[in-house]
């Protein structure tokens, strides 16, 4: 199983960005699927998750700005980053819990690389 994270990069405070989270492999379920962020000297902060229903919860200072969404068909999530401020600079990552091959097949948390996101001032 792999999560490959996409969509980073520059952008002016005020701007928006839309982060992708693609799993792939021999997967027969994604559970829960979270985005983080971490910043160097800082620990990794949870900035989002979302349930297989959709259902969303975001740390406070995201929240009103940022939308997690996914689309268990293409097993990809996504986190639509909007009002972006200096602040949200980071590298964002993302995770999922993952059943895989078949229903009674062993779940695991899977991470994707880091994408950097930067934003300007």
């Known amino acids: 199983v792999q999560l490959q994270a996409s969509g980073g990069g520059l952008v002016q405070a005020g701007g928006s960005l839309r982060l992708s989270c693609a799993a792939s492999?021999?997967?027969?379920?994604?559970?829960?699927m979270g985005w983080y962020r971490q910043t160097p000297g800082n620990g990794r902060e949870l900035v989002a998750t979302i349930t297989s229903a959709g259902d969303t919860n975001y740390v406070e200072s995201v929240k009103g700005r940022f939308t997690a969404s996914r689309d268990n068909a293409k097993r990809t999530a996504y986190l639509q980053m909007d009002s972006l401020k200096p602040e949200d600079t980071a590298v964002y990552s993302c995770?999922?819990?993952?059943?895989?091959?078949?229903?009674?097949?062993?779940?695991?948390?899977?991470w994707g690389q880091g994408t950097l996101v930067t934003v300007s001032s």
């Open positions: 995770n999922g819990d993952v059943q895989t091959r078949h229903i009674w097949g062993p779940r695991n948390i899977y």
């Open positions: 492999g021999s997967i027969f379920k994604i559970y829960d």
